[in-house]
Nanobody
Framework: QVQLVESGGGLVQPGGSLRLSCAASGFTFSSYAMNWYRQAPGKERELVATINNVGVSTNYADSVKGRFTISRDNAKNTMYLQMNTLKPEDTAVYYC?????????????WGQGTQVTVSS
């Protein structure tokens, strides 16, 4: 059974930093690309960052480029999102996600989310 569990969210002042973690289980973590999404109140869920299965290729939303860094440790089945120079507009619930193939059918899985609030 695929499980994705986020942690590391919290309240931080503008300009501060947080590191989110996503612990994965139930699938071969090292075989799959992983994503971070976020959803702010009243807004649609948006893709924040993507990392390929071995961690050498990454992509970011324009709004977080230069401030956020996605990474993974395949030995620990864990993905990370280092968030620096946080802004109030980064306030959202952050989700990790992956599309996992099961019986020749792709299925997207989501974690439960972790709240990030950027406020003074």
């Amino acid at each position: 059974q695929v499980q994705l569990v986020e942690s590391g969210g919290g309240l931080v002042q503008p300009g501060g930093s947080l590191r989110l973690s996503c612990a994965a289980s139930g699938f071969t973590f090292s075989s799959y690309a992983m994503n971070w999404y976020r959803q702010a109140p009243g807004k649609e869920r948006e893709l924040v960052a993507t990392i390929n299965n071995v961690g050498v290729s990454t992509n970011y939303a324009d709004s977080v480029k230069g401030r956020f860094t996605i990474s993974r440790d395949n030995a620990k089945n864990t993905m990370y999102l280092q968030m620096n120079t946080l802004k109030p507009e980064d306030t959202a619930v952050y989700y990790c996600s992956a599309v996992v193939w099961e019986r020749f059918t792709p299925r997207r899985y989501w974690g439960q989310g972790t709240q990030v609030t950027v406020s003074s």
